[in-house]
């Protein structure tokens, strides 16, 4: 977490839907703004997961580099916590050498994270969660949802129904403490550190154009060799099913086909429904707060738009270059 009072200085959150196209949007910016990219995706920060997670090219990655991107193997948790301290890192770094951080991504709960800051919770446990994961086994994940709801229904209503991560830490929490999982933060985040933070949401604003576009991506990543991917990793760690790494939205449902319990089509289809509700719980926590600037996904003049939004916004110069460098 950022560690010393940044009043006066600033950065940029880019967040929007899976499929909005804003990580080609944050690459475009970063060719015309002196910004640096740091990626909000719990996926995209592990190593292997390239082609489910839409993770930017190595000759991109090369070129642009994106903080938070490959730093972690499938078997390595990442938690919020660990993203708010090496962003922080990050972002320290940015503000070091003059420059603007840039936070693109679509895991909102780190955006909010690094904003507001973290509530105080109770450490993991790992004996807890190993029993709690042997119950997912033996009964699924919807179980523990609705054991969930029991103890604590405000979380589970905020928590998706396959969300194995997130409903282990809400049943942990829950259990070591007989509180419900807080939703209020610590305050010690972005805001308390006097950062002045520029949020920009990437919107599609038609829904039928939005799930054609996420169907289109899963066809792209199938050619482009999305099961041959897992079935690699599914060599390297043939339990990497239960970590939460393998069990994001793509991933789930091809190692779910590998392992015989579902035939081809009704993967495809359990992976376009599952990408259609992650994008739906996306746009819903975007529109619950207040305070970002709405801008059409599908515009054919976003990067420009945008360039002249946040020079007018004061958050670059009116000297900034806003046409895309050569």
């Not at 002196?34 to 997961?49: C, E, F, H, T």
């Not at 078997?75 to 003059?98: H, M, T, V, W, Y």
């Not at 007989?178 to 038609?206: F, H, Q, S, Y």
């Amino acid at each position: 977490m950022i560690s010393t009072d940044r009043s006066g200085h600033g950065l940029i959150f880019l967040a929007g839907s899976t499929a909005c196209g804003k990580t080609d949007l944050a690459i475009e910016l970063a060719a015309r703004l002196p910004v640096d990219l740091i990626s909000v995706d719990s996926s995209q920060v592990y190593q292997g997961l390239d082609i489910g997670t839409a993770k930017p090219s190595g000759k991109i990655l090369e070129e642009v580099p994106h903080g938070l991107i490959d730093i972690r193997s499938v078997r390595q948790p990442f938690s919020a916590a660990d993203f708010c301290l090496e962003a922080g890192k990050l972002i320290e770094n940015s503000f070091e050498k003059g420059r603007i951080p840039l936070l693109v991504g679509g895991t909102m709960f780190y955006f909010a994270a690094l904003l507001r800051g973290l509530s105080d919770l109770p450490p993991a446990n790992s004996a807890l969660r190993a029993r709690l994961v042997k119950q997912a086994k033996q009964r699924g994940w919807p179980f523990l949802h609705a054991r969930l709801e029991q103890v604590d229904p405000q979380a589970a209503e905020r928590i998706d129904r396959q969300d194995a991560q997130r409903i282990s830490r809400a049943l942990e929490i829950n259990l070591l403490t007989g509180l419900a999982v807080p939703t209020e933060a610590a305050g010690n985040g972005l805001i308390e550190k006097g950062v002045k933070v520029t949020r920009l949401n990437i919107v599609i604003p038609d829904r039928q154009l939005l799930h054609q576009r996420i169907s289109k991506r899963l066809q792209q990543m199938l050619d482009d060799g999305l099961v041959e991917e897992v079935e690699k990793l599914k060599e390297q760690w043939p339990q990497g099913g239960t970590t939460p790494a393998l069990r994001s939205v793509g991933y789930r449902q091809v190692w779910e086909y590998l392992e015989g319990q579902v035939d081809y089509s009704t993967m495809v289809e359990r992976a376009s429904a599952a990408t259609r509700r992650l994008a739906k719980r996306q746009l819903t926590w975007l529109r619950n707060e207040p305070g970002a600037a709405w801008f059409d996904g599908t515009s054919p003049t976003l990067a420009p738009t945008l360039c002249r939004y946040l020079e007018a916004k004061g958050v670059i110069s009116g000297g900034t270059k806003l046409e895309k460098r050569a």
